[in-house]
């Protein structure tokens, strides 16, 4: 897919991680009821790290249809399944574990595999998906998103597959499998979730309009951007 496009992005500032957290948690359960309602369907992809962490707790207590949720994810680490590192496993252990979301739409990125088998395996199964509904992202100290990490190989390309092998990431692990820029901007919605005083110079540079990875998002609507910092 290609990458066309400048990004619009909308910043929301919350005065605790709370309030940020249950404003989240209000963005999702609405984008889901309106895909849902028009769709039959809610197609999203969760972000990992740390930060989601709460509000995928929040959405253990959500009253909506699971069996209507289809989930995917933006980035995962090449660690075993199981390991407690997985970005699947953080959303499992918070969240996946304790609603009823049908196993089967449930997609893990198989990282296991390693970089190259697990991109090549992922944008299998992103064949013939369309634009996700909403995709959640997180932001790396650096201005990375997912695993698109600054001066990387795919920051020299304008094409790519849906899902790319990492090979150096400077966060470990260092192999890891991403989305694509262009397969993240395919949604009706994308929401970044950041939280952190870590995180400042990162959003101040975005805001500047330096070309951190997190601007390379670019959906048709524009990003929204919650911050604590
Ligand atoms: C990962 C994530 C990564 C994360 C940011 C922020 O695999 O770690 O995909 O992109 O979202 O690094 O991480 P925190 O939320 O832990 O600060």
């Not at 039959?40 to 989601?52: D, E, H, I, Q, S």
Request: proline share 9%.
């Amino acid at each position: 897919m290609k990458a066309d496009g400048k990004q619009v992005s909308r910043w929301h500032t919350f005065a605790n991680p709370l309030e940020l957290e249950r404003a989240a948690t209000r963005i999702v359960l609405a984008s889901a009821q309106q895909a849902i309602a028009e769709r039959g369907a809610f197609r999203c992809v969760l972000a990992g790290g740390n930060t989601p962490r709460a509000l995928y707790g929040s959405l253990c207590n959500a009253v909506t249809d699971w069996r209507a949720w289809t989930l995917y994810f933006g980035d995962e680490r090449c660690v075993p399944a199981a390991d407690p590192s997985r970005n699947s496993r953080m959303a499992g252990d918070a969240w996946l574990d304790r609603v009823a979301i049908p196993p089967r739409q449930i997609h893990a990125i198989p990282a296991e595999l390693g970089p190259e088998l697990g991109a090549i395996s992922y944008a299998e199964a992103l064949a013939g998906v369309g634009a996700f509904d909403l995709v959640l992202l997180g932001l790396g100290e650096d201005g990375h998103t997912a695993s698109l990490f600054p001066g990387r190989d795919w920051e020299r390309s304008t094409t790519w597959p849906d899902a790319i092998p990492v090979h150096d990431s400077p966060k470990p692990p260092p192999q890891r499998v991403s989305l694509s820029p262009a397969r993240l901007s395919h949604s009706l919605k994308v929401l970044y979730l950041v939280v952190g005083e870590d995180k400042r110079d990162a959003v101040n540079a975005w805001q500047a309009g330096h070309p951190l990875p997190a601007s390379r998002i670019c959906p048709p609507g524009g990003v929204d951007v919650l911050m604590h910092l």
